[in-house]
């Protein structure tokens, strides 16, 4: 007998040396694993010819499994293990090569997610430049400040090996508690369509391709697998398309991403209307088009006919074996496959060849100027709605008690694919202390749960900063791979089993801890600001009357400490504007349901519902105050043939520099069918000194004012009475209005 154990010991233990060499050869290869340049010399690759040409050529030259090979992203048994080394362990998104064929000297292409920061490291590369949240910069109201992020991302992309950036995300916020808020723009479709635009322009001056996403309907976490979006087509066109038209037809990206959920009862990734018919035959869409990671496509055949040129990451619904049953059952031909290839080759070797502006030396990341950029945009998107005489705080000496859960806590966001690693992050905290102990302040930090003890704190500070929120457990890409748990989720309209981490809110409350701290600290100081930490709006009904200063700080990134104290202390005036409404009362929202199979999206929702159904909003869309004040008059405007020229004088009448944004919005009151009340047409963001004044000139294309007529199938001009609005926010109070005619 015991002989037997002992050779049973023998073989466990053999089986346990070879299980582990087999790993450490698998952790091996996935960290060190081959590095491909995603850059080719034009003439040695195209010779005389031009990409189209060359790529018609040598698609004639592919074997059918070579044509296949040019639409996924890589096999799974290659790329698997490399991903979850890196990703799991490692916490690092590690190159996934794309296209590559050595026997026809392909280079691959390599995707980066890029929101906040190059995903992608290089081996070696430990940390990047991590950006505030697209929300965060979406509350800036500042294009050229959302060209000058992508232009530092795109640098340290390159600097990473990579030329393919997942990134904008423009899908629209229809609601505050979806859980990816935080990596968009806002609510209104003009607002994402101009950020799209500066976004894609920056990253593709530096040969990375962008790939704005989730086209369409993406505004749902915790379903999104499964969710079926309906919509009339007024709605679809007008409210949800728009943006991505703007950003197609405006910047020309190279990609775009299909979204995971169904619309009208067709997955996007299969949905021919909205790949082939809108983005292609429409909007003369000219690049290929992704899936969205993991279970973005099912039925490979279907994918084909509706023009999905790659599947990613892996090779799944596009196997050999599927497209070629699709052709032999006459769903689909080799030419379709043939020009899938064709879309994706001449697009993705266009980047490959271009001639590089600069060297992109892996010297670009943490460029000093990147860092200094992260923290300038993240005091621009603070966005300060209430300050009851408590900010700045300017005083020398004095206490200032730091509070809260999240005070002291490392906190930029999401875990999913907006992922970004800094190599150390402010808090807001140590961004306080710093400022505060240069004034010769006491600084206090706690962040327990006593309320007792947080009241005793309070009573002694001289100021009080509560810090409140998020974090990515709370909020963001729902990290939950059981998907049979989604769909009984999704089946019960409640969530079923674990939770797991991030995606969407099921309140707009803070957690009940905040709310408690935040009420018992209430009225104790008079010199008391609360700093929201997240992604989009909240309710603050409870307590919204007893706080008398309260500051957006979103997810700021890596520098958002030292930022939020130059908002505090006053060496900077805050300057951001909400880039969506927060109503007084969350039942005002439409409906919304994390664990849904189906869902209606309306034609109205944030200010344009608020707007149309006269309900008083908590804070306004386009709302922020400054430490400054302005004034708007000699309001003008000029009807052209193609263009509304509208101008505008802006004074800073207050004591300190300061910038202010002028919106401009264009009402329908006569339109012979149902619009909204006010539509963003235009804005611009000014800084003027104190006492200073400028003239700010705004142009709204005559096409914009358009609505879609379905049984027409175009875009209709009405020709009547319009309103123009002009001022700080959408608020009524806040708008100067004339009229003006089309005939």
Request: proline share 4%; hydrophobic share 40%.
């Amino acid at each position: 007998m015991k002989s037997k154990l002992k050779i049973l010991g023998k073989i466990l233990l053999g089986i346990l040396i070879v299980f582990i060499v087999f790993a450490g050869i698998v952790y091996y290869k996935s960290v060190n694993y081959s590095v491909y340049d995603v850059k080719v010399d034009r003439e040695e690759l195209l010779g005389d010819l031009s990409v189209e040409e060359f790529s018609r050529n040598v698609i004639q030259e592919m074997t059918f499994e070579e044509k296949v090979d040019q639409m996924y992203g890589e096999k799974i048994s290659a790329a698997g293990p490399r991903l979850g080394v890196n990703f799991l362990l490692l916490q690092r998104f590690p190159h996934v090569y794309v296209g590559r064929n050595d026997r026809l000297n392909l280079p691959p292409w390599v995707l980066s997610d890029g929101p906040r920061g190059a995903r992608v490291m290089d081996q070696g590369v430990d940390a990047v430049t991590t950006f505030p949240a697209a929300m965060s910069r979406g509350a800036s109201w500042n294009v050229d400040l959302e060209y000058r992020v992508h232009d530092a991302i795109a640098k340290e992309m390159r600097a990473n090996k990579v030329n393919y950036a997942a990134t904008p995300c423009i899908n629209l916020l229809r609601h505050p508690a979806w859980g990816r808020a935080q990596e968009t723009y806002g609510e209104d479709p003009y607002l994402l369509g101009v950020f799209g635009v500066a976004a894609v322009r920056a990253l593709q001056e530096h040969n990375v391709m962008a790939c704005p996403k989730h086209f369409a309907l993406n505004s749902l976490e915790n379903s999104r697998f499964v969710v079926d979006v309906n919509l009339d087509e007024r709605t679809l066109r007008e409210v949800y398309l728009p943006h991505f038209k703007r950003t197609v037809q405006e910047a020309n990206p190279a990609s775009m991403m299909s979204a995971y959920n169904k619309v009208r009862g067709e997955y996007s990734g299969n949905n021919k209307y909205l790949l082939t018919d809108i983005l292609r035959e429409e909007w003369g869409f000219d690049g290929f088009i992704s899936s969205d990671w993991v279970d973005g496509t099912y039925d490979g055949p279907a994918s084909v006919s509706a023009g999905l040129n790659v599947e990613m990451p892996f090779q799944i619904a596009y196997s050999y074996e599927a497209l070629q049953e699709g052709i032999d059952q006459g769903l689909i031909t080799e030419e379709d496959i043939d020009q899938l290839v064709y879309e994706s080759l001449k697009t993705r070797l266009a980047y490959a060849v271009a001639e590089d502006k600069m060297e992109y030396d892996r010297d670009l990341i943490l460029d000093p100027s990147h860092v200094a950029l992260a923290r300038e945009t993240a005091a621009e998107g603070m966005v300060l709605l209430k300050n009851e005489g408590v900010l700045p705080f300017k005083e020398e000496g004095g206490s200032i008690l730091v509070i809260g859960r999240l005070a002291n806590t490392e906190n930029t966001g999401d875990h999913g694919s907006s992922d970004s690693t800094p190599p150390y992050v402010i808090t807001p905290y140590q961004g306080i202390k710093t400022a505060a102990e240069a004034m010769n302040k006491e600084v206090v930090l706690y962040e327990g749960n006593d309320l007792e003890k947080a009241k005793e704190l309070a009573r002694a500070a001289d100021e009080i900063v509560i810090v409140s929120g998020y974090t990515f457990e709370d909020e963001g890409e729902y990290i939950f791979m059981n998907r049979d748990a989604i769909e009984a989720s999704a089946e019960a309209g409640k969530q079923v089993g674990d939770k797991g981490v991030g995606g969407d809110r099921e309140t707009l409350k803070l957690p009940q801890s905040d709310e408690d701290l935040i009420q018992a600290i209430a009225g104790i100081q008079k010199k008391t600001a609360l700093v929201y930490v997240g992604g989009s709006g909240i309710d603050m009904s409870d307590w919204n009357d007893e706080i008398p200063a309260i500051l957006f700080a979103w997810y700021a990134g890596m520098e958002g400490g030292n930022a939020l104290a130059d908002i505090l202390f006053g060496k900077i005036s805050p300057s951001g504007k909400l880039p969506f409404s927060i109503a007084a009362n969350a039942d005002d929202y439409p409906f919304f349901n994390p664990y849904t199979n189906q869902i209606d999206y309306g034609y109205y929702h944030g200010y344009t519902l608020f707007d149309k159904k006269e309900i008083a909003t908590a804070y306004p869309f386009g709302f922020g105050l400054s430490y400054s004040s302005f004034e708007f008059s000699d309001f003008d405007l000029n009807l052209g043939e193609k263009d509304l020229e509208v101008s505008v004088l802006v004074s800073n009448t207050g004591a300190v520099a300061a910038s202010e944004v002028v919106q401009a919005y264009v009402g329908f009151a006569n339109s012979e069918v149902d619009r909204p009340v006010k539509l963003l047409r235009a804005f611009d963001k000014v800084r003027l000194d104190a006492g200073a004044s400028t003239v700010v000139n705004l142009s709204i294309p005559i096409s914009d004012l358009a609505y879609y007529n379905p049984e027409r199938k175009e875009w209709v001009v009405e020709a009547m009475e319009y309103e123009l609005f002009v001022g700080n926010s959408s608020s009524e109070k806040d708008l100067m209005q004339t009229v003006f005619e089309l005939k």
